[in-house]
T-cell receptor, first 115, second 116 residues
């Protein structure tokens, strides 16, 4: 099973709302990632968790708050977003931090629209 | 820093024909890997194939094969016997790893359209 599950698939939220994106994997992977993908662009890394600890924050604004409750789950809490934050948010997992020969598996993404 | 270049914004291919999607890369590392992902309009990034820098043979996975030319720093994806379901965005990527980063570096992608 090489599945990464993301919910919801679509989300529309106002600028004053608080919402959360969820990601789940049951492959025993120890590294989990959030990527942001704007229309017609490649994905860009936001956060990396390794062994449930936040390892990398790519200078993401604090209105995005990641959380890793356990080794299978990854959340992205959203608060006071701006319309320019509208994008596809992709979760990914990999067996471990670091090996350059190990693929990352992605979820279907959450299409977020901020109004 | 690593860099991936995909120079074909869009490609058309007729069903059952083969198509090659180009990818060149730049890295100073001796050991590295190259990945190809497919992204349909649904959004999911689907892993297709991997090639390691020390692999002696070109990678193959079903209808996908990788034409790896190390000296030219190219890793082109070949899709044989194209199907309508192959219509999607295709990204070439490398994994950049150091003490303070672990991320996939993607090219700008190639949109493939398969027509009957």
């Amino acid at each position: 099973d090489t599945e990464v599950t993301q919910t919801p698939k679509h989300l529309v939220m106002g600028m004053t709302n608080k919402k959360s994106l969820k990601c789940e994997q049951h492959m025993g992977h120890r590294a989990m990632y959030w990527y942001k993908q704007k229309a017609k662009k490649p994905p860009e890394l936001m956060f990396v968790y390794s062994y449930e600890k936040l390892s990398i924050n790519e200078s993401v604004p604090s209105r995005f708050s990641p959380e890793c409750p356990n080794s299978s789950l990854l959340n992205l809490h959203l608060h006071a977003l701006q319309p320019e934050d509208s994008a596809l948010y992709l979760c990914a997992s990999s067996q471990d931090w670091g090996p350059t020969n190990t693929e990352a598996f992605f979820g279907q993404g959450t299409r977020l629209t901020v109004v | 820093a690593q860099k991936i270049t995909q120079t074909q914004p869009g490609m058309f291919v007729q069903e059952k024909e083969a198509v090659t999607l180009d990818c060149t890369y730049d890295t100073s590392d001796q050991s590295y890997g190259l990945f190809w992902y497919k992204q349909p309009s649904s959004g999911e990034m689907i892993f297709l194939i991997y090639q390691g820098s020390y692999d002696e043979q070109n990678a193959t996975e079903g209808r996908y094969s990788l034409n790896f030319q190390k000296a030219r720093k190219s890793a082109n994806l070949v899709i044989s016997a194209s199907q309508l379901g192959d219509s999607a965005m295709y990204f070439c990527a490398m994994r950049e790893v150091s003490y303070n980063t672990d991320k996939l570096i993607f090219g700008t992608g190639t949109r493939l359209q398969v027509f009957p």
